[in-house]
């Protein structure tokens, strides 16, 4: 370990030991130990609210935060789009050896492993308490709530809908369990949030389909594929079911906010985690029970996520898509090209490279097991890249890494759009369409936007922000020409 890195860790633990000590009353005292059944008095929410956004606030802004760190951490909110950036450029820019392990169900961050440079997850702000602070930066990409919500319920319904071609509901959880107990690989249903989801949608198909059967008849009513009651869940029931409550709404605001507090938890100094019901710590799930309970206890949780927006390296928006990935290229692409072109990382990947086991099942393609396999290793977009090639790449331009990921996204859309067809032809007629969207009523339109108030909120922010980073790219685009790169096409 160099010295700098043991100074900076000694810093670290200085500095928890004496927050501790100096906020120990007051910061752990509200942490009922077995806090299950919470106290949701209004007045005790405003108190715990309150207090975790002050105590939250209280960072200090970072004034070089347009500069990458040793590690980027890629807060991935569920059905952004992250995954094309996972597999399309990162992928291209860092060597596998360099990921942090990461961690699908709790936090494992596995600190053996110091030197790695790249953290992709769904894990919410909690992954910050395992990592040094001092040298991550964060990028994420925020959707349009409303399009975010659909995304959601259509994908955790093509998911589901895999699992059709069992006989019945005993027999695709026997098999779903029995092969992932068999396969290394990580499948959908151990990742957050479909590991809710998809299960309570599985299990909600299956009785429909029997009950289509008990009735002897599969004719469907509605034409409007978000409203088919006989074969599927429809949307106005599934955004207002409390699971999609307690995972799907409001999900981007409680994903990207952290608190700075240091607390105890099991014998270990962490810091307060963020709110989503990923959360591992208690109090997280205290603040998240309060704000769902009392609507205008959100604002105090929107100041804090504008502020974690306001300090990331890089927020992207899934609806601009185009200039989203040509600003990462220039922005993020261009500093880990330089970073890792500095930093020698060949000899760097030979000392570690004891490669993570691979997460990705893949895809093997057309025999009829396939089919079997396909509703259990169903990750989100994995390819079978044969491109997997150990990236980069300190000399590759942010121009070939653009032209990379053209490629990349393109075999990547087709992948998702085959499995995706051949998954929902299970549910015909029901078929999510971007036509059928448009015949959905403004009226559950409307409630959607209300479930995702703070979300609304924050997604305008965060257009601000794009629109900034936009002006603010010039600058640095010319920068990066000058000194690493060998231009870029638009
Ligand atoms: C610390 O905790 C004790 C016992 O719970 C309490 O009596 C005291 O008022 C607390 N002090 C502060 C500063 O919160
Ligand atoms: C479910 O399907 C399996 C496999 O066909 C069958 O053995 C089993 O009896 C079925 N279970 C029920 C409850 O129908
Ligand atoms: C997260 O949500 C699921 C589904 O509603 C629920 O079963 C689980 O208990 C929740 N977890 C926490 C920590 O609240
Ligand atoms: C990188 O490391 C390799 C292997 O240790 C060494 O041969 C090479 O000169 C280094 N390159 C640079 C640019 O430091
Ligand atoms: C799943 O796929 C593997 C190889 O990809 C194959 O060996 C296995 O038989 C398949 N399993 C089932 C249940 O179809
Ligand atoms: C860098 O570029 C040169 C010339 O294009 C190539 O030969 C070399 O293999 C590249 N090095 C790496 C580490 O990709
Ligand atoms: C659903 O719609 C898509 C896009 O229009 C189409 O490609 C697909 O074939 C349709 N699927 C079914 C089962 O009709």
Not at 151 to 173: K, Q, W
Not at 218 to 247: F, K, R, T
Not at 309 to 320: I, K, S
Request: with cysteine.
């Amino acid at each position: 370990m160099d010295l700098t890195l043991k100074f900076s860790i000694l810093l670290l633990l200085l500095g928890f030991g004496c927050y501790s000590l100096g906020s120990h009353n007051s910061s752990t005292a509200s942490v009922s130990v077995n806090a299950s059944p919470f106290r949701n008095d209004f007045g005790h929410c405003e108190r715990v609210v309150k207090k975790w956004a002050s105590s939250s606030l209280e960072q200090e802004v970072r004034e070089d935060k347009h500069t990458l760190r040793d590690l980027l951490f890629f807060l991935h909110v569920p059905r952004t789009g992250g995954r094309t950036y996972f597999h399309c450029f990162l992928r291209k820019l860092y060597y596998s050896s360099l990921e942090c392990p990461r961690s699908y169900d709790k936090l494992r961050f596995d600190p053996r492993k110091r030197h790695c440079r790249l953290l992709v997850t769904h894990d919410d702000y909690s992954m910050m308490s395992k990592l040094p602070r001092e040298r991550t930066s964060v990028v994420t990409i925020l959707r349009d709530p409303v399009d975010r919500v659909f995304s959601t319920y259509e994908f955790s319904v093509e998911v589901a809908a895999r699992f059709l071609i069992h006989p019945n509901l005993t027999s695709a959880t026997q098999m779903a369990r029995h092969i992932r107990s068999k396969t290394k690989g990580v499948s959908t249903l151990d990742i957050w949030p479909w590991k809710y989801l998809v299960p309570w949608m599985r299990e909600d198909l299956f009785a429909r389909r029997d009950g289509q059967e008990h009735r002897g008849s599969d004719d469907v009513q509605s034409s409007d594929p978000y409203n088919m009651e006989e074969v599927v869940m429809p949307l106005h029931e599934y955004i207002n079911d409390p699971i999609a409550q307690e995972i799907v709404h409001n999900g981007e605001t409680f994903q990207v906010v952290y608190s700075p507090i240091v607390l105890e938890h099991r014998g270990n100094l962490q810091k307060v985690a963020g709110l989503t019901n990923n959360s591992y710590l208690s109090e997280s799930h205290e603040v998240r029970h309060c704000v769902q309970r009392y609507k205008h206890l959100g604002e105090h949780v929107l100041e804090v996520a504008k502020k974690r927006l306001d300090d990331m390296l890089y927020v992207g928006l899934t609806e601009e898509h185009r200039e989203s990935a040509t600003k990462f290229a220039n922005v993020v692409g261009a500093q880990v090209i330089s970073q890792l072109g500095r930093s020698n990382s060949s000899e760097e990947s030979a000392a570690d490279s004891k490669p993570e086991q691979s997460y990705s099942v893949s895809d093997s393609k057309s025999d009829n097991n396939e089919l079997r396999n396909r509703t259990l290793d169903g990750k989100e977009s994995e390819i079978a890249s044969p491109e997997t090639v150990e990236a980069v790449k300190g000399n590759m331009t942010v121009g070939e890494l653009m032209e990379a990921y053209e490629d990349c996204i393109s075999s990547l859309r087709k992948t998702q759009a085959n499995r995706r067809t051949s998954s929902l032809k299970r549910i015909s007629p029901a078929n999510f369409t971007k036509q059928a969207r448009l015949q959905v009523p403004e009226m559950v339109l409307q409630q959607i936007r209300e479930l995702n108030h703070l979300d609304v909120e924050l997604y305008k922010y965060a257009q601000n922000i794009f629109a900034n980073q936009h002006k603010r790219n010039f600058g640095i685009t010319a920068f990066m020409f000058r000194c690493f790169t060998g231009g870029i096409q638009h």
